[in-house]
């Protein structure tokens, strides 16, 4: 019976209980993360009714974690994140992922570096998105973050993986990790799913700024040069250093305070 519970009592969901211990664990972690960073979606004003979503690759196993198609942002719990295989299939059939994963998948399949995902209908994104316009660089905040302009991904129904595809295509050897997809939305990536929240939500901001400065004129580049130190100087030297360095993933323990500790940055 110990098997069906995790450390702190709560049950483990079925689709779980099967996966090495190590696995697991990781995959609780990140069932928990998960429901904070949807929180985020919310709290950023990102998402409206059931739209957008987040999902996280499960290191070390072939697998990923995506928020249940149709559920109510009130109504997320841990263990309603559905585990999906690389193919973009429910380890549980009788879960619904969202309909973006497939796309998803696609993307954790092409880019190895990717460890999460987000996906929304922000206002200011989808301006862009409507009329089909990458943002240019025209913030030392999107030279930080972005390193250039926020580029434009192509058309693509919704559904399969030609999202993802176009994703992949779009940001692969770009330092973005945000596209705008063509009428549709932003979909960013990270190294882990809070960093591709974070890239979802200094995306909406930039979005609006430079949205905005759009009603009473022209907008002035940030030339090249000037980007490459920007981008150069928040991606290496910006932020407290940490006092020792770790691995990744060294110390389970570890792993649920990263987040209250970083959201509180
Ligand atoms: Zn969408």
């Given at each position: 019976m110990s098997t069906d519970q995790h450390e702190d009592g709560r049950a483990v969901p079925a689709t779980d209980r099967d996966l090495p211990e190590e696995v697991r664990r990781e995959v609780a972690r990140l069932r928990d993360q998960l429901v904070v960073l949807h929180a985020e979606l919310v709290r950023n004003g990102l998402v409206v009714w059931t739209g957008g979503n987040v999902s996280a690759r499960v290191l070390g196993a072939d697998l990923f974690l995506i928020k249940p198609s149709g559920l109510s942002y009130d109504d997320l719990?841990?263990?309603s994140m559905v585990l999906c295989t690389l193919d973009g299939e429910?380890?549980?059939?009788?879960q619904q992922p969202s309909s973006d994963t497939g796309s998803h998948a696609y993307v954790y399949r092409h880019m190895p570096e990717v460890a999460g995902q987000v996906h929304t209908h922000s206002t200011y994104a989808c301006a862009w998105a409507a009329r089909a316009e990458e943002i240019p660089c025209v913030l030392t905040a999107m030279a930080d973050e972005f390193g250039g302009p926020i580029p434009l991904g192509p058309f693509a129904l919704i559904g399969g993986e030609d999202i993802g595809r176009g994703v992949v295509e779009t940001l692969t050897?770009?330092?973005?990790?945000a596209v705008i997809m063509q009428n549709h939305g932003v979909f960013t990536i990270g190294k882990d799913a809070k960093a591709a929240v974070k890239a979802a939500v200094m995306c909406e901001d930039v979005a609006r700024s430079v949205h905005i400065a759009r009603q009473l004129g022209e907008t002035v580049p940030i030339p090249q040069d000037a980007v490459d130190s920007l981008y150069d100087r928040y991606q290496n030297v910006y932020g407290q250093r940490p006092a020792a360095p770790s691995a990744p993933g060294a110390g389970a323990d570890a792993g649920a305070g990263t987040t209250a500790e970083e959201a509180s940055r």
């Open positions: 719990d841990a263990a429910a380890v549980d059939p009788a050897g770009h330092r973005s990790k």
